[in-house]
């Protein structure tokens, strides 16, 4: 019975439901696309630190866990690859560079990381070979740059740095194309240790003498060992440093934080505000509707099916709103230029609707309350 | 033919204390299957009071009602409401009718609540609605039809499920005269087809011309009861919308309700 009133009423009135629907629909896009946003901006700030397979981070002590300020060196990571229960580990170095190329297309400002060929950081390839040379001029870059610059396989491409005063050219070779790996929000190119040492932007183009500075270790555990005994043994063992597991460190960079919080506050509103509006459109309508449940009540409509078809509606309404939001940000999605970071993924967008499905109910909770108190008797206009 | 409606001493107090108000006073009234009575009585006389609680959406303070043999002030809400459902018709003043259903619908939702099947509903919805002359209405909604067309689908529904008593409150207030006695006589006419009890509160006494009784409510008292054809006849011919009815003296002037001439009408709190 609840069914069938509730559908009767949104079908027959459904110009109204649209409407209704449609601004479920904006609250719908409004919070995906903000999701996506702190998903994408999260991507973007985390992607190469999310996908190194390891399981704890060494950086300098006293550094706040920030990554471009700390700085460890090779001797270092000797020590802690000598640590009992760590199974692998591999230095990497961070900096910033730019992809230059002679047709026409814009520059790129990448992400350049150093790693040890054949160590841990280097990343799982789609396509190509591996870096296996310190001293060779190879790197490699992620899918989304070789789409969207046409890049394959054995490709040359020009990286300039500033080195001194001037810019610095460089030519390397694309020797394999890993998955999406941003960083610090720029596509990673990937490369030797030495190669990233002569390349990265630095005050003197001269060569640098000596073993290279990174600026963090990447740490793999043996199966089965403890990850808070084998940090122990870490600090212990090994002097001025700091170690973390991954989402401690992404989650200490500058700036990630308060990004996100941003971002879910936007988020929280969006559900406030559409907690608000379902709430008070489903009010009004109830509102309205008291002399009509006050007569269906009276001629013996129990609260039970009055309930329901108040609760049945708001959610019709809802997952229609919903699914027309869903349509909406799709379309608007392919129209939405690369470089907004967007990045819809299942489970955000999963939350996301589950989210958007529980403001309908909860928004019209008051309303249900309401049309739940009418009583039989304002139907023959009296009240108890 | 049996009772359908039994009151005794039936009284209704709102408030506490000094602030009490007695709006029904000690009713008593029976009312036999197949009769059709309308209650009268001027604003406040307790009218309303006394169909919200035959129509067991009030309790009485005192008193007793039994529908066909039930109690009702031994039924908890939810046995009230299901009792609602199935044994009592009820056609309001205004807001009648479920505004996004149809005429059939509206008719149908009636049985659809006491869960008979939807084909039987519909089927006995639109026999119901055709014995009352929308035929071509069925499927018209609320809004596409006339005051009197949204009245005789109200009845429809207030009969359609079988009720031992139905009960109509006004159902002539936002009628032409025309439409009002067309649809007074429908009523009428159903109510005595097919042996229900029939309670219409109303406050034109022209609108009393095909009940078997008129029963006269003042202070929440019963003061008069007619039964006489002939005096029912005389009364619902006179065109005034006041209550042509004597009643004693010092009630008549604090309410200023115009005297007609002498009734011949016996006074028994019960009939």
New interface residues.
């Given amino acids: 019975?609840s069914f069938?009133?509730s559908i009767?009423?949104v079908w027959?009135?459904r110009g109204r439901f649209v409407l209704f629907s449609l601004v479920i629909a904006l609250i719908t896009i409004l919070v995906l696309f903000v999701a996506a946003l702190g998903n994408g901006l999260a991507n973007a700030n985390r992607q190469f630190i999310d996908k190194l397979d390891a399981d704890l981070i060494v950086l300098q002590e006293n550094v706040d866990l920030n990554l471009t300020s700390s700085r460890i060196t090779q001797d270092k990571l000797e020590d802690i690859k000598s640590i009992a229960g760590v199974a692998e580990a591999g230095l990497l170095a961070f900096s910033s560079a730019t992809l230059v190329f002679d047709n026409g297309l814009e520059t790129l400002d990448v992400s350049i990381i150093g790693v040890t060929p054949g160590e841990l950081g280097n990343p799982s390839l789609l396509e190509g070979n591996p870096l296996n040379n310190s001293s060779a001029n190879e790197i490699i870059i992620d899918n989304k740059v070789a789409d969207n610059i046409g890049l394959q396989v054995g490709d040359q491409v020009s990286l300039r740095s500033i080195q001194g005063e001037d810019e610095s050219f460089f030519d390397l070779t694309i020797a394999g194309i890993t998955d999406e790996r941003q960083f610090f929000f720029a596509s990673s190119v990937i490369m030797s240790l030495t190669t990233w040492n002569e390349v990265r932007p630095q005050a003197s183009p001269a060569p640098q003498s000596g073993d290279v500075l990174g600026n963090m270790v990447a740490v793999k555990l043996a199966d089965g060992v403890d990850q808070s005994i084998i940090e122990g043994r870490l600090i212990n063992t090994i002097e001025k440093i700091e170690v973390a597991d991954k989402i401690t460190v992404i989650e200490a960079q500058p700036g990630y934080g308060p990004q996100q919080a941003t971002v879910n506050a936007q988020k929280g509103f969006a559900y406030l505000i559409g907690v608000l509006v379902v709430g008070g459109f489903f009010q009004i309508q109830t509102l309205q509707k008291v002399?009509?449940l006050?007569?269906?009540?009276?001629?013996?409509?129990?609260?039970r099916?009055v309930g329901a078809a108040a609760l049945m509606q708001i959610i019709i309404v809802t997952i229609i709103g919903i699914l027309i939001g869903g349509i909406g940000v799709f379309l608007l999605y392919l129209g939405i230029p690369d470089s907004v970071p967007l990045s819809f993924n299942v489970p955000t967008v999963l939350t996301a609707i589950g989210s958007l499905l529980l403001i309908g109910p909860i928004g019209g909770l008051v309303s249900i309350r309401i049309a739940l108190k009418v009583e039989?008797?304002t139907?023959?206009?009296?009240s108890? | 033919m049996t009772t359908a409606l039994e009151i005794t001493k039936v009284s209704k107090i709102y408030g506490k204390g000094d602030n009490a108000v007695k709006a029904v006073d000690q009713v008593s009234l029976d009312v036999k299957a197949g009769e059709f009575i309308a209650l009268v009585g001027p604003s406040g006389s307790g009218k309303?009071?006394l169909?919200?609680m035959l129509?067991a959406?009030?309790s009485p303070s005192e008193g007793s009602i039994f529908i066909d043999n039930s109690d009702l002030r031994k039924m908890a809400e939810?046995e009230r409401?299901?009792?609602?459902?199935?044994k009592?018709g009820?056609t309001?003043?205004?807001?009648?009718l479920?505004?996004?259903?149809t005429a059939l619908?509206n008719v149908s939702l009636?049985l659809?609540?006491?869960n008979v099947g939807n084909k039987e509903s519909i089927q006995k919805a639109e026999q119901i609605l055709v014995r009352l002359g929308l035929e071509d209405r069925l499927s018209s909604?609320p809004r596409q039809l006339s005051g009197g067309q949204k009245q005789r689908v109200a009845i429809a529904?207030a009969l359609v499920h079988n009720p031992s008593l139905v009960l109509a409150?006004e159902p002539t207030a936002s009628l032409d005269t025309d439409r009002a006695y067309q649809v007074v006589k429908t009523f009428s006419d159903l109510i005595h087809e097919q042996g229900r009890a029939g309670i219409m509160v109303t406050h034109d006494l022209r609108m009393t011309k095909h009940v078997d009784k008129i029963v006269q409510m003042v202070d929440g008292k019963i003061v008069n009861i007619i039964s006489n054809q002939i005096e029912i006849e005389a009364l619902s011919a006179n065109d005034s919308f006041g209550m042509p009815i004597q009643i004693p003296q010092n009630t008549s002037s604090q309410l200023n309700i115009p005297l007609a001439p002498p009734p011949t009408v016996s006074t028994p709190a019960r009939v």
Avoid: C, H, W
């Fill in positions: 019975m069938y009133l009767r009423e027959r009135n002399p009509q006050g007569m269906l009540k009276a001629i013996g409509t129990d609260n099916t039989p008797l139907a023959i206009g009296l108890s | 309303t009071s169909l919200a129509a959406l009030l939810k409401t299901r009792f609602r459902r199935e009592i009820f309001f003043q205004a807001n009648n479920v505004p996004y259903l619908e009636m659809k609540l006491n909604f529904r409150d």
